[in-house]
């Protein structure tokens, strides 16, 4: 199926490695020029090197995204070196420390206001789209918990619901809003491969808990994201598309 992405442009917060590498991967092996951001600098290089390798325009910087006015003005600036931007996705996300003060904050900082202030500084630009379309970054356990209390998952689920209220507002303007949210990944050296080799009690109780049998792969998830992403889902907007296996027990009606 052609997605009809080839030419289109994308900005991505956070790709150099977990679901966000694998997306932009993708993305660009589908034509699209692609802006992104981490903050480790031979993490950038490398990635920039495997995405121009591929064909495709590149344009990358270290930024943090906790620093609101270095943030947005990296977003104008990729829009401004792209000639535009089709595409927004965040991938960054403080993680799923234990609960502590600190974690709770620096959740609420990376994954609720990193979420909000790119999607703020891209929406100027995605209004000139002919098909914009952000996609929000969540995770099953926002939607039914699974392994406790957590910011990780509190955070998920307000960025979940702040997804589908953006997506009413933006409609007639022709932006879509969409929010992919996956389940256990194994993404080699991510945090499951971790898992596997350090508590392979908890790793195999997981594994049980999927009706799949397996836990999810990157590729799959990436794949999600780029028809989300493409003109071809052009009448999808306001949904949360889980990627779980069948973990997830609730019926979504």
């Known amino acids: 199926m052609d997605l009809k992405l080839k030419g289109r442009k994308a900005i991505l917060a956070g790709a150099t490695k977990g679901l966000g590498r694998y997306a ?8 699209v020029d692609i802006a992104f ?9 490398e990635t920039r090197a495997a995405l121009e390798a591929r064909g495709v325009s590149v344009h990358s ?13 990296w977003v104008n600036e990729a829009a401004a070196a792209l000639g535009g931007c ?3 996705i965040s991938f960054a996300s403080a993680g799923g420390p234990p609960a502590s003060e600190e974690s709770w904050k620096n959740a609420f900082e990376i994954d609720v206001m990193g979420t909000w202030r790119g999607i703020n500084a891209a929406i100027p630009h995605l209004e000139k789209s002919d098909a914009g379309s952000i996609i ?7 939607i039914e918990p699974s392994f406790g209390p957590q ?20 409609a007639p303007q022709g932006i879509r809003v969409n929010t992919v949210s996956p389940g256990p990944i194994f993404i080699a050296d991510g945090s499951w491969d971790k898992i596997k080799a350090g508590r392979s009690e908890f790793y195999d ?13 990157p590729e799959e998830v990436a794949a999600t994201i780029a028809f989300l992403a493409s003109p071809i889902a052009r009448f999808i907007s306001g949904t949360n598309i889980v990627i779980d296996g069948a973990m997830t027990k609730r019926i979504q009606f």
């Open 24 to 31: 932009a991967n993708l993305l660009a092996d589908e034509g």
């Open 37 to 45: 951001c981490a903050r480790d600098q031979a993490s950038i290089d």
């Open 61 to 73: 910087a270290s930024v943090d995204l906790a620093d609101p006015d270095a943030y947005r003005a």
């Open 86 to 88: 089709d595409i927004f």
């Open 136 to 142: 929000v970054i969540g995770t099953n356990v926002a």
């Open 151 to 170: 910011p990780y998952a509190a955070m998920k689920a307000a960025i979940t619901h702040h997804a589908g209220a953006l997506a009413q507002k933006l």
């Open 205 to 217: 109780a997981t594994v049980a808990k999927v009706p799949a049998g397996r836990l999810g792969e």
